[in-house]
């Protein structure tokens, strides 16, 4: 079968990256030729008629000694394709991709079935053009539509009346829908009135193996005691508190962030690391310690020991869902702890056997091929 994949666009977020990487690659192992949508990125470029205030804005910013380019939109499309050299290597060598300008350039013949998520595909926050991610282009097609662990990325209700109304719409034409979290579940029930299942995330439908193999033949030697901190919204405390758990566990502390929108580095210090020497910290770590939802789902794949810090803003059901599931609830914190924490010992057989009951589960969805019974 002919599948297209609708998800949030690829960039530098590994979570992100890797969540396109493990569904595509799932689908081809069960058979079918495979391709993800993906619009162009366009150009940064602010309106002329909000440049005079934006710039103004921007030289107080830079006065008051908060560094911000005057001329952002304009340094961003200058500097993307050097900070994101690494992560699109990684897309161009391991992920099919079809890019397009519009949506109204895909035919109804072009696919069998278009797919939609994972990630936070459902919110407008990350995806303005919102009945896109119901396949509102695709709306009189005879195509199969799945959705796959997609996610509204929390637990309150962000659509606007109109969209509410437009995207139920959509949805009800669809095969067969599941989602990330089990506040999704409600959300779909409640505000569309549509029966949606609860599924993995697409990385953990993949096993520790298929991914110590993209990283088998990696340049860098790999490294014993460390512990590993990945963080999406970097603090003081944040990291202050890594350093302090690294020292007391006695392990060496590996850092890795997200600078590529830090102005304040020099370029170079800002090129996103490559996809694989993420995985390797995580694959080589002792403990980690995040903010990261994916680096969590790692942590959890390759069985280590880790703490997560909550991030309301990026979302929290997807936290709470996963880790409740597993019992693992007590390794999510809503802040940076003022002091250390002696964690139990996380029974790994218990986890990796629920992992691969509900690994089977969501495999089972996606082997349904839409077939499955709608409400």
Not at 4 to 15: D, F, K
Not at 131 to 154: C, I, P, Q
Not at 277 to 299: N, R
Request: glycine share 6%.
């Amino acid at each position: 079968m002919n599948i297209g994949i609708l998800t949030l666009p690829l960039h530098v977020n590994y979570g992100g990256i890797l969540q396109a990487y493990a569904l595509q690659t799932v689908l081809r192992q069960m058979g079918h030729e495979v391709s993800l949508i993906e619009e162009r990125q366009k150009p940064a470029r602010l309106p002329w008629r909000h440049a005079p205030v934006q710039y103004g804005k921007r030289i107080v910013k830079n006065f008051l000694g908060r560094r911000c380019p005057v001329f952002y939109e304009q340094k961003v499309n200058r500097e993307r394709a050097v900070v994101r050299q690494h992560t699109e290597r990684f897309i161009d060598t391991y992920i099919r991709r079809r890019l397009i300008d519009d949506f109204r350039e895909i035919a109804a013949s072009d696919y069998e079935e278009i797919i939609v998520g994972s990630d936070q595909i459902w919110r407008p926050a990350y995806f303005p053009q919102i009945e896109h991610a119901y396949l509102d282009f695709a709306e009189n097609w005879d195509v199969r539509r799945v959705a796959y662990a997609a996610s509204f990325g929390t637990d309150v209700w962000e659509y606007t009346p109109e969209q509410t109304r437009r995207c139920g719409d959509l949805l009800k034409k669809f095969d067969a829908v599941s989602v990330r979290e089990s506040s999704g579940v409600a959300l779909c029930k409640e505000r569309f009135g549509v029966r949606a299942g609860h599924v993995l995330d697409p990385t953990m439908l993949l096993s520790a193996a298929d991914y110590k193999r993209l990283i088998e033949n990696r340049n860098m030697p790999e490294r014993e005691g460390i512990l590993f901190s990945y963080f999406l919204d970097e603090t003081p405390e944040k990291k202050a508190w890594a350093g302090r758990m690294a020292k007391e566990k006695r392990l060496v502390p590996c850092y890795m962030g997200l600078n590529v929108e830090n102005f304040a580095l020099p370029l170079d210090k800002r090129i996103q690391p490559p996809v694989e020497q993420w995985i390797s910290g995580l694959y080589d770590a002792e403990f980690v310690v995040t903010d990261s939802f994916h680096a969590c789902v790692f942590s959890l794949i390759f069985n280590k020991p880790f703490v997560v810090i909550g991030n309301r803003g990026r979302g929290m059901p997807r936290f709470a869902s996963l880790l409740g599931k597993l019992g693992l609830i007590d390794r999510l914190w809503m802040g940076v702890p003022s002091c250390s924490y002696d964690f139990d010992e996380i029974d790994w057989r218990k986890i990796n056997d629920q992992i691969g009951y509900e690994r089977e589960v969501s495999k089972r969805f996606l082997e349904c091929q839409g077939l499955c019974e709608k409400e």
